[in-house]
């Protein structure tokens, strides 16, 4: 089966300007979710799709941040405007949804906000 | 609110040496345990994970972990290291809807 792909592999943008992520999870798969790592720290929560709804988004940091899950399929994640703060690696991850299920992570994406 | 934690930024171990991971988690109720790697400019690949049952579960690549509930801990093992094996791992718990929550990462290097 494909694995979950994630696109651009690498962004860099200045501060002010919009930056669109764009992640195809597994098909199937129900259950997307958005994870960040910034400078080297844990990798931190942002939110959860259930299909084409948002099931959980207490980690979006501000409303700067946009996500969308159009007809339950791929998912993007927009950043506008970008602040140099939102630098780092944006992983996507999908899974059926279940407790024991483990995550299957895309690539990521490294943005750097300059 | 549940959380895992990893001691230690890095671990060094000598191709061949057994090697041992460290994690420690903070769950209410029964704990769902992962263990996760990444090499470098990769996402993250399940490795192996504990529900129930069996206190040593076996995953992928020869790794292994010990749950051990009086010490909260479900640390990642593996009898003899390979170079290959240097990466970064995570450990995670699973909420009910399949969240994940992760500790800050373990690099571990592995030297011939």
């Known amino acids: 089966e494909a694995g979950v792909t994630q696109f651009p592999s690498h962004s860099v943008i200045e501060k002010g300007q919009t930056v669109t992520l764009r992640c195809d999870p597994i098909?199937?798969?129900?259950?997307l979710y958005w994870y960040r790592r910034v400078m080297g720290k844990e990798i931190k929560f942002l939110l959860h799709f259930v299909k084409e709804s948002k099931q959980d988004e207490s980690g979006m940091p501000n409303n700067r941040f946009l996500a969308e899950r159009t007809g339950g399929t791929y998912s993007t994640l927009k950043v506008q405007p970008a602040e140099l703060e939102d630098s780092g690696v944006y992983f996507c991850?999908?899974?059926?949804?279940?407790?024991?299920?483990?995550?299957?992570f895309g690539n990521g994406t490294r943005l750097t906000v300059t | 609110a549940q959380s895992v934690a990893q001691p230690e930024d890095q671990v060094n171990v000598a191709e061949g040496n057994p090697l041992t991971v460290k994690c420690t988690y903070s769950v209410s109720g029964n704990p769902y345990l992962f263990w996760y790697v990444q090499y470098p400019n990769r996402g993250l690949q399940f490795l192996l994970k504990y529900i129930t049952g069996d206190n040593l579960v076996k995953g992928s690549y020869g790794f292994e972990a010990e749950f051990n509930k009086s010490q909260t801990s479900f640390h990642l093992k593996k009898p003899s290291a390979l170079v290959s094996d240097s990466a970064l791992y995570f450990c995670?718990?699973?909420?009910?809807?399949?969240?994940?929550?992760f500790g800050d990462g373990t690099t571990l290097t592995v030297k011939p």
């Open positions: 098909s199937g798969h129900d259950n």
């Open positions: 995670a718990t699973n909420t009910n809807a399949g969240k994940s929550t």
């Open positions: 991850a999908s899974s059926t949804g279940t407790r024991n299920s483990p995550l299957h």
